[in-house]
């Protein structure tokens, strides 16, 4: 049977268990009340003392709430030159490095780049100016007047297939 722990010296300490004043009898006294006072034995001799941490007022500044507390990072890289010109934007604003940079990652807008739809119509974009090329190429290789015939023909069935989908009513 182990006895209680007490500190010496700041480090921790098993103290020896407590004895009844008789051997074999029960200690007939009430338990003594805690009033914040811990036991302590040195080597001289056994004492009470205060815990002064609960006594004592915090100082500093309050701690941070859990949302406001910054816990997570992330490593960006940049260039030489692009370190510099954030460095230098970031004293002339009067923050640190890592404020200006936060700041301005939480204040800016990023747009997404193009819808699926977008790059459907690029796509159909770029093909219809390789047509064209190669339209251009054929015009100048055969002569002009022999491919107009081709071209308004092309131009007919596209004017006819953009007025079928156009919408009715409109």
Do not use: C, W
Not at 9 to 32: C, D, E, H, I, M
Not at 41 to 64: F, I, S, V
Not at 139 to 161: A, E, N, P, V
């Amino acid at each position: 049977m182990g006895g209680e722990q007490g500190y010496v010296s700041g480090f921790p300490k098993t103290l020896a268990p407590q004895r009844s004043a008789v051997a074999g009898r029960v200690n007939p006294l009430p338990p003594v009340a805690d009033f914040g006072m811990k036991e302590v034995r040195t080597k001289k001799k056994k004492h009470m003392t205060k815990d002064m941490n609960e006594m004592k007022k915090k100082r500093g500044r309050p701690a941070l709430g859990r949302t406001r507390k910054l816990t997570k990072g992330v490593t960006v890289k940049f260039s030489p030159v692009s370190y510099e010109v954030l460095r230098f934007r970031a004293r002339k604003s009067g923050r640190s490095l890592a404020v200006y940079i936060r700041e301005a990652a939480l204040a800016a807008t990023v747009t997404a780049r193009h819808t699926p739809e977008e790059n459907a119509l690029l796509r159909s974009l770029a093909g219809m100016a390789n047509n064209l090329n190669q339209l251009t190429k054929l015009s100048h290789q055969t002569g002009f007047y022999r491919t107009r015939l081709l071209i308004d023909g092309l131009l007919g069935k596209l004017k006819r297939i953009m007025d079928d989908y156009r919408p009715k009513g409109g």
